[in-house]
């Protein structure tokens, strides 16, 4: 056997890391896809120059001639306009980058020429990235995990619309972290009091003991954008925080 012959077999011998799509998608090192999940995002928005986020959840399913797809537009609109202007991108409007609701917060920072957020998800279903996600911070994740980690991080606002399973799973999620005092309080507007009252009976859990009556209080109402948006203005300036700093 001469040289180049050994050198061809040991080479068969082994996979390069990089190229081994079996070892990267097996149990063992799901903790390195984890990490990289939560990286990508992370350092892209640091790169931006993306301090904060007003986080914006509501169905997938609403069509563009709904009132609160017209709502949540005018909404992403507000933030986009806000700060220092459409190119101050410390307080960005951030979404789950998806259609519906999604489409229209973003689609309303876009207007004014103002970045935006998504954070995209697989699934089954409804969700493909729209087009109004700023390219540069349009991301695509794996595990739920990371996904509701980034919601998180940055967010100095929650604004929920109408919307189903997913955007429930979102509004628990964060208002149990609140709670639980896992992450600092700030202020959540949930949109259209009517259609949140008939989907949770919020008194009838306080009359149950199954949460306090001030767990109520974490939380407001609003019945269009301009509500949504003054009560955070007005939340940061009671509280004498800055919300753009």
């Given at each position: 056997?001469?040289?180049?012959?050994?050198?061809?077999?040991?080479?068969?011998?082994?996979?390069?890391?990089?190229?081994?799509?079996?070892?990267?998608?097996?149990?063992?090192?799901?903790?390195?896809?984890?990490?990289?999940?939560?990286?990508?995002?992370?350092?892209?928005?640091?790169?931006?120059?993306?301090?904060?986020?007003?986080?914006?959840?509501?169905?997938?399913?609403?069509?563009?001639?709904?009132?609160?797809?017209?709502?949540?537009?005018?909404?992403g609109r507000l933030v986009g306009e806000s700060?220092?202007?459409?190119?101050?991108?410390h307080v960005t409007v951030m979404t789950g980058?998806?259609?519906?609701?999604?489409?229209?917060?973003?689609?309303?920072?876009?207007?004014?020429?103002?970045?935006?957020?998504?954070?995209?998800?697989?699934?089954?279903?409804?969700?493909?990235?729209?087009?109004?996600?700023?390219?540069?911070?349009?991301?695509?994740?794996?595990?739920?995990?990371?996904?509701?980690?980034?919601?998180?991080?940055?967010a100095k606002a929650l604004v929920v619309f109408?919307?189903?399973?997913?955007?429930?799973?979102?509004?628990?999620?964060?208002?149990?972290?609140?709670?639980?005092?896992?992450?600092?309080?700030?202020?959540?507007?949930?949109?259209?009091?009517?259609?949140?009252?008939?989907?949770?009976?919020?008194?009838?859990?306080?009359?149950?003991?199954?949460?306090?009556?001030?767990?109520?209080?974490?939380?407001?109402?609003?019945?269009?954008?301009?509500?949504?948006?003054?009560?955070?203005?007005?939340?940061?300036?009671?509280?004498?925080?800055?919300?753009?700093?």
């Amino acid at each position: 056997m001469n040289k180049n012959e050994y050198v061809g077999l040991k080479q068969e011998k082994y996979t390069i890391t990089q190229d081994d799509m079996d070892f990267f998608y097996s149990d063992e090192a799901r903790s390195l896809r984890l990490q990289l999940d939560y990286l990508k995002a992370e350092d892209k928005m640091k790169k931006e120059g993306v301090n904060h986020s007003i986080v914006v959840f509501g169905s997938a399913r609403t069509k563009e001639d709904d009132k609160y797809y017209k709502e949540a537009r005018k909404f992403g609109r507000l933030v986009g306009e806000s700060g220092k202007g459409p190119e101050d991108s410390h307080v960005t409007v951030m979404t789950g980058g998806g259609p519906g609701i999604m489409e229209a917060a973003n689609r309303g920072a876009h207007d004014v020429g103002a970045k935006s957020i998504g954070l995209n998800i697989r699934l089954p279903h409804e969700q493909r990235p729209n087009p109004y996600v700023s390219p540069e911070l349009s991301f695509h994740f794996y595990y739920f995990a990371m996904r509701k980690l980034h919601f998180m991080q940055r967010a100095k606002a929650l604004v929920v619309f109408p919307g189903g399973f997913g955007t429930l799973d979102e509004l628990f999620d964060i208002l149990t972290l609140i709670q639980t005092e896992k992450s600092p309080l700030i202020p959540i507007v949930l949109v259209c009091k009517t259609y949140w009252n008939r989907v949770i009976n919020f008194d009838f859990l306080v009359k149950e003991n199954v949460i306090n009556k001030e767990d109520i209080a974490l939380f407001s109402y609003a019945e269009d954008a301009d509500d949504a948006w003054n009560f955070i203005l007005s939340w940061y300036k009671e509280k004498e925080l800055a919300l753009f700093k």
